[in-house]
């Protein structure tokens, strides 16, 4: 059925969710997301600093170790991007705990099942609290070779063909030797990020993939694998395997998505000192909330909500049904 204009215009204006997200490809087995720019994204799971309780000396000490890491990234090619999040689930923790069951008696399996019962009503109350920390570098390859690479290099990666067969061989080159410099540049972030007792773990293409859909819906996960769409009977691409959420409605002070109110407190200045435990007061709100800080220079150009929200520390809050 043809499409009419005032369908056509709607659909301009209101496009679909996964039409927003920046998301191109998930290569299997590099551990990286790419982007719709051409920017390539890898993701650490961290453990943070315990620094509540630390002396002075300490504090500093880790502070010293935190801008060593800053300062090593590059400064025009790459940025960071930090999220925090407190939230009153435990995810697939109980599932885990079932599943690495080992013994046959009735009576221990009687206790455990009693234990269950008891730890999912504390989780319905509210009584259990979930920090999870995630750093994400994005780094663009194109910037990194206009302002590191020679021209010599750059015309090495290949010029213009007609050939097919040709252009994707050299896009698969081309992308094997940025992914190469990318792991390089990471190789020596991992070592400041252990140096700085951060303990960081390597997210997996995978885990990339669920990070992506848990970003959009926080209460809702599922452990769905990501196939590439070449594999698929029906061709899908990532960002449609990824889209979990619907916008249901937009003002000027929120965005409800699936029922759940997005509210954003943006900071135009970075505070001129800390204290210890400032983050502390958050996990009273009574809500889940999303702290997300990233280094860089803010996405401009666009008036669409999703994309102005990119490339400002901002604070995601949404109330949670019981």
């Known amino acids: 059925m043809p499409m009419t204009y005032a369908e056509h215009d709607k659909k301009m204006k209101v496009p679909a969710v996964c039409e927003l997200l920046p998301l191109r490809d998930l290569p299997q087995g590099d551990n990286v997301m790419v982007?719709?720019?051409?920017?390539?994204?890898?993701?650490?799971?961290?453990?943070?600093?315990?620094?509540?309780?630390?002396?002075?000396?300490?504090?500093n000490q880790a502070k010293s170790m935190l801008e060593a890491l800053i300062r090593g990234v590059p400064d025009v090619s790459m940025r960071i991007q930090f999220r925090y999040e407190i939230s009153e689930h435990l995810d697939f923790l109980f599932d885990d705990?079932?599943?690495?069951?080992r013994t046959q008696k009735s009576e221990v399996m009687a206790l455990d099942a009693h234990r269950l019962k008891m730890w999912k009503l504390k989780e319905k109350s509210g009584f259990y609290f979930e920090n999870r920390l995630h750093v994400y570098f994005i780094w663009d390859p194109r910037i990194h070779a206009k302002l590191y690479h020679s021209a010599q290099?750059?015309?090495?990666?290949?010029?213009?063909?007609?050939?097919?067969?040709?252009?994707?061989?050299?896009?698969r080159k081309e992308h094997d030797t940025y992914l190469a410099e990318l792991e390089s540049i990471l190789r020596g972030i991992e070592s400041s990020m252990e140096t700085a007792n951060l303990s960081p773990r390597r997210l997996s293409t995978q885990e990339l993939f669920e990070e992506l859909k848990y970003a959009q819906h926080p209460t809702r996960r599922?452990?769905?694998?990501?196939?590439?769409g070449e594999d698929l009977i029906q061709y899908r691409s990532a960002r449609e395997q990824a889209t979990e959420a619907s916008i249901?409605?937009?003002?000027?002070?929120y965005l409800n998505i699936d029922g759940y109110l997005y509210s954003v407190v943006s900071l135009k200045e970075l505070p001129d000192a800390t204290f210890p435990g400032v983050l502390q007061r958050f996990s009273t709100l009574g809500l889940p909330y999303l702290n997300k800080i990233r280094k860089g220079t803010a996405s401009s150009g666009t008036t669409n909500s999703m994309n102005r929200l990119s490339g400002i520390p901002r604070i995601f809050a949404f109330p949670v049904t019981k």
């Open 153 to 171: 290099q750059n015309r090495r990666l290949g010029g213009f063909t007609l050939s097919q067969k040709k252009a994707i061989q050299r896009t």
């Open 35 to 59: 982007r719709t720019n051409g920017a390539f994204v890898a993701g650490y799971e961290l453990k943070g600093v315990l620094s509540y309780f630390a002396t002075d000396e300490e504090r």
């Open 222 to 228: 599922d452990r769905r694998h990501y196939y590439p």
């Open 248 to 253: 249901l409605n937009e003002t000027e002070t």
């Open 97 to 101: 705990y079932v599943n690495q069951q």
